[in-house]
């Protein structure tokens, strides 16, 4: 099974950050391109950063997901599918890594 956008995995993501949920925020790939996965990971160690978008969902203890942490992982390293967002939650998390990629100050270099 394919990790799709919006759903949250248990992902291996190396000796550093261990397996860890994670929020898959990239589009599905074809046949020709690289199987991989773009992920912001979810922590419950939190530091207080604006970075930080917490959403309150069943599957997963109280913490956030971190948007300085966006990812790519091959498919490889997603375990196991925990949940989804709803809509709104997912465009929370993703305005979060909009504003950590400097999204809303385009005009500057």
């Known amino acids: 099974m394919t990790p799709a956008r919006g759903e949250v995995w248990l992902f291996d993501l190396g000796m550093a950050e261990k397996v860890r949920p994670a929020l898959v925020i990239s589009v599905a790939f074809g046949d020709a391109d690289r199987a991989l996965v773009t992920i912001v990971p979810h922590t419950t160690s939190l530091r207080g950063s604006q970075f930080e978008v917490a959403v309150s969902v069943?599957?997963?203890?109280?913490?956030?997901?971190?948007?300085?942490g966006v990812s790519t992982y091959p498919r490889v390293r997603a375990i196991r599918k925990l949940g989804v967002l709803k809509p709104d939650q997912f465009r929370l998390v993703f305005a979060g890594v909009l504003r950590w990629l400097g999204h809303d100050q385009a005009s500057r270099p």
């Open 58 to 68: 069943s599957f997963l203890k109280a913490g956030a997901f971190v948007a300085q």
